[in-house]
């Protein structure tokens, strides 16, 4: 069964700083790899996804993520990080060639200071 | 403007009742699915459709109902029989198949007080 792993329950940065939020999932193919934001109380937004082709993935609101083969990961990362990036950030695995159902993470919650 | 509208935002429910949370798209989508949230753990999936009048249990099946009678609307019916039900509740469509693109609603925050 695939799953996926958010190390980082919380994370806390500066306003201005780069963010970098780790996701590793354990699947026997390469799945299709996801990362969602979520305000609170709010429903989840795509950032980005990645199916296959170039590893580095750009998404919206300036975040990128790097699919490594190597080492089951799909981190998401920005280079400087605005006040209003503040939420729970979600990595999502799906089985290849058929995103039928996401399997998520637990959450990685990110607060950022002034 | 399309979209995933999900009903109530709150909801409060004594135990022993069952409740339907509404989740309505505009989207032309042709799957839907609902998820359950709970703090400090990822969404788990309930039940998905991929078609009218067809629906598939997800992970965490027991102690929910659905239908699918019409393409914009899929309730979700937390029954009596579901142990724990307090939690987020999220609805999602996508077109097709797959999840790739899916547009999630604002959720249902359900209490059992």
């Known amino acids: 069964a695939q799953s996926v792993t958010q190390p980082d329950i919380h994370i806390t940065v500066s306003e201005g700083a780069s963010l970098e939020l780790r996701c590793n999932y354990s699947?026997?193919?390469?799945?299709?790899l996801f990362w969602y934001v979520q305000s609170p109380g709010q429903g989840l937004q795509l950032l980005l996804k990645?199916?296959?082709?170039?590893?580095l993935v750009q998404g919206i609101k300036g975040f990128e993520a790097e699919f490594k083969r190597s080492q089951s990961s799909f981190n998401l990362r920005k280079p400087s990080v605005h006040w209003s990036d503040a939420a729970e950030y979600f990595c999502?695995?799906?089985?290849?060639?058929?995103?039928?159902?996401?399997?998520f993470g637990s959450g990685t919650q990110l607060t950022v200071l002034p | 403007d399309g979209g995933i509208t999900q009903s109530p935002k709150y909801l409060f429910r004594k135990e022993g009742q069952n409740v339907t949370l509404s989740c309505e798209q505009n989207?032309?989508?042709?799957?839907m699915y609902w998820y359950r949230q709970d703090p400090g753990q990822g969404l788990r999936l309930i039940y998905y459709?991929?078609?009218?009048?067809?629906?598939q249990k997800g992970d965490i099946a027991e102690g929910y109902s659905v239908s699918r009678e019409k393409k914009e609307s899929f309730p979700l019916t937390v029954t009596s029989a579901q142990k724990n039900p307090t939690a987020f509740y999220l609805c999602?469509?996508?077109?097709?198949?797959?999840?790739?693109?899916?547009?999630f609603g604002q959720g249902t925050r359900l209490t059992v007080v």
């Open positions: 459709s991929q078609i009218v009048n067809d629906f």
């Open positions: 989207l032309n989508h042709d799957a």
């Open positions: 699947y026997g193919a390469t799945p299709y």
């Open positions: 999602a469509s996508s077109m097709g198949q797959g999840v790739s693109d899916a547009f």
């Open positions: 990645y199916f296959s082709g170039d590893t």
């Open positions: 999502a695995v799906a089985p290849p060639g058929s995103a039928r159902q996401l399997t």
